[in-house]
């Protein structure tokens, strides 16, 4: 006997499909912990790398959470939810969106348990948001304060480990930190890759690495005192309308035109040259004329330069884009120490170097493979959100789990102070936690129940920075080991994981549109 469909459902269009109550909640917290699991294998040092073929064909590999999730095209609209925490962790803070992901899949995992008890949705709920505020306290409490450039350099060596770029991370922790000493914007850090070396030498450059070169082989391969010319305009004779005619009666006439037209390039040359500049970045076009006259003065030029590029070389050399060369005078002009065209691997690129008081650097990301230097990109970009966070708030934390392990003892003896149902709600967020150091041993081929069991032992005593070993299995100071995290990385992560497993057990109803739908006109009696 079929079940007849209730008066609700008969209001929604042919072929949706709608599930409520336990079942709805449960389809949701399936989907949050298979996200969580799917980027589990890639916490921590000894984690996995995943392999992605896209719709292009188009292959990544990389243990980077954010992109995994990016690149996944996640449909269920739940499982974006959690996708969206990644990328929200991702913009805010630079890192830790393996952490905030598998923190949702533990705490929806932990939830589920409670539902099985028949604890109601919203007593999880509150007690969820008692922890969470809590936990963020209690980050606070533990966090110890940023001194010096070495801890700086912890911190990046941290986001870089377990990456490919594991070998080098003493050196591009040095780079990263150097980078952001020069700077005062994540954005003005540009990171160019080139293929044909290994990864240790990969280099911070004062100024912009431009993937261009000169446009003329006679124009000088390196220009020392460098004045710089910026222009967001074509350095071309202005194409007439498609249905414009010239009416030229004889020889002299068309002679009479085309000497006209040089004459307005040289012009054009004369602007510039009067500025003193001996160097031209265009945004836009260069005539072949133009080329040859600008090197006849020894002037070295690059086309077609990119919107992103022209803003960071007026950061670097102090100079103006400008978009009518007529307005183009010596106060708009940029310096640089020296400009170079040098051979990368098969490919010339353009250096502008020692600027004074640059505000924008490069960091040549060298590799043996492309895949590589996409991966260790990732991983320098980890690392520059790491410290950026850092110095903002200046204050840190022990990594290698024991962050995590001291805040679930914390909240396990704040819920204490509760006796309602909450209090089961809060220490399951407290064990929920655990799932960093479970996952650091596990994807490290150690006994996650012993290292757990070890972990706890620790903290009782005190050591709110012991941490798991991967390497030994036993455990650490992972402070003193040089193993820290940024504090907003970790409160982030807390939060956003809160959140989003709160959304999601809020939800009893589920209605899935179906494809075929349609208007429906309701008859009343």
Same mark, same amino acid.
């Given at each position: ?159 870089? $480990?377990?990456?490919? +770029?594991?070998? =080098?991370?003493? %050196? @591009?922790? &040095?780079? !990263? /930190?150097?980078?952001? *000493?020069? #700077? ?8 160019? $890759?080139?293929?044909? +070396?290994?990864? =240790?030498?990969? %280099? @911070?450059? &004062?100024? !912009? /690495?431009?993937?261009? *070169?000169? #446009? ?12 710089? +010319? ?169 990594g290698a789990g024991s962050s995590e392990m001291e805040l679930a003892r914390n909240l396990r ?8 149902k909450e209090q089961l709600a809060i220490t399951s967020f407290a064990k929920a936690m655990e ?61 956003a994981a809160a959140d989003v497993a709160i959304m999601i057990l809020r939800i009893d109803d ?16």
């Open positions: 006997m079929s079940q007849q469909p209730t008066q609700a459902e008969q209001l929604l269009s042919q072929g949706t499909t709608r599930n409520q109550g336990r079942t709805a909640q449960r389809m949701n917290i399936l989907a949050g912990k298979l996200i969580g699991e799917t980027v589990r294998t890639t916490l921590g040092p000894q984690g996995m790398d995943k392999m992605i073929v896209t719709d292009q064909q188009q292959t990544i590999i990389t243990n980077d959470g954010a992109t995994i999730l990016r690149e996944m095209n996640i449909e269920h609209p739940t499982a974006k939810m959690i996708v969206e925490i990644a990328k929200t962790q991702e913009y805010e803070v630079g890192d830790g969106t393996t952490t905030a992901v598998v923190l949702a899949g533990e705490l929806l995992k932990q939830a589920e348990d409670l539902l099985d008890q028949n604890i109601h949705p919203t007593t999880i709920i509150k007690g969820y948001r008692i922890a969470a505020t809590k936990a963020q306290t209690i980050l606070q409490n533990i966090s110890e304060p940023v001194k010096g450039k070495q801890i700086l350099e912890k911190l990046a060596s941290t986001a870089i $480990t377990g990456k490919v +770029a594991d070998e =080098a991370k003493q %050196e @591009l922790s &040095k780079l !990263v /930190v150097a980078a952001l *000493e020069q #700077v005062d914007s994540l954005e003005h850090i540009k990171l160019e $890759t080139k293929t044909g +070396a290994s990864v =240790a030498q990969t %280099e @911070l450059i &004062k100024g !912009v /690495v431009l993937d261009r *070169e000169k #446009v003329h082989g006679n124009m000088p391969t390196t220009v020392n005192n460098a004045k710089i +010319a910026l222009l967001d305009s074509p350095l071309e004779v202005r194409n007439t309308d498609a249905d414009t005619k010239i009416s030229v009666q004889n020889p002299e006439q068309f002679q009479a035109f085309l000497s006209m037209e040089e004459q307005m390039l040289q012009e054009l040359v004369q602007t510039i040259a009067k500025t003193g500049a001996n160097v031209v970045f265009c945004q836009k076009g260069i005539d072949e004329v133009v080329q040859y006259l600008l090197a006849q003065r020894g002037i070295y030029a690059c086309r077609r330069v990119k919107k992103s590029d022209m803003q960071q070389l007026a950061r670097a050399t102090g100079g103006t884009i400008i978009t009518n060369i007529q307005d183009l005078n010596k106060t708009h002009i940029g310096s640089a120490g020296s400009v170079s065209e040098q051979k990368i691997g098969e490919e010339h690129m353009t250096f502008v170097q020692e600027c004074k008081e640059s505000k924008a650097v490069t960091i040549l990301v060298r590799a043996m493979t492309e895949h590589i230097g996409a991966e260790v990109k990732r991983a320098l970009d980890d690392a520059i959100g790491n410290v950026a966070s850092a110095k903002r708030a200046q204050a840190v934390l022990g003896l704040y819920a204490q102070e509760y006796s309602g799932i960093i150091p479970k996952t650091l041993s596990e994807n490290a081929g150690i006994d996650p129940v012993d290292s757990i069991t070890a972990l706890k032992s620790e903290h009782d005593k005190g050591k709110k920075w012991a941490g798991i070993n991967v390497y030994t299995g036993k455990t650490l100071d992972a402070f003193n080991a040089g193993i820290v995290e940024p504090l907003p990385v970790k409160t982030h992560a807390v939060k589920v209605i899935m549109a179906g494809n075929a739908a349609r208007e429906t006109e309701i008859e009343y009696d």
